[in-house]
């Protein structure tokens, strides 16, 4: 069972910015990806960015591209999801899930945290 606990949310004014975390608990961390989502509310969750498990590879929605940056330690068995120039769209409950495969469907992901609020004020 991986664990999975986000941190780093919380309101910011329009054009700030936020790190968000995702620390795991599992030993094996290394070969999961990893990835975040948001869900705004009313919408069904979206994917934001993913990395592979050695973290050499990032992917972004269009929407996030330029502005956010996900990075990874695996020897802290931490992703980060640093978010410069918020926007009010970007309000959000951001989730991390960690899976085996690099997909944009969240189905196909086996865990999940339990979610980081994101608010973006204009």
């Known amino acids: 069972q991986v664990q999975l606990v986000e941190s780093g949310g919380g309101l910011v004014q329009a054009g700030g910015s936020l790190r968000l975390s995702c620390a795991s608990s599992?030993?094996?961390?290394?070969?999961?990806?990893m990835t975040w989502f948001r869900q705004a509310p009313g919408k069904e969750r979206e994917f934001v960015a993913a990395?592979?498990?050695?973290?050499?590879?990032?992917y972004y929605a269009d929407s996030v591209k330029g502005r956010f940056t996900l990075s990874r330690d695996n020897a802290k068995i931490t992703v980060y999801l640093q978010m410069n120039s918020l926007k009010p769209e970007d309000t959000a409950v951001y989730y991390c899930a960690a899976g085996a495969l690099l997909t944009r469907d969240a189905d196909r992901y086996d865990y999940w945290g339990q979610g980081t609020q994101v608010t973006v004020s204009s």
């Open positions: 990395v592979s498990g050695s973290g050499s590879t990032t």
């Open positions: 599992t030993r094996t961390f290394s070969v999961y990806i």
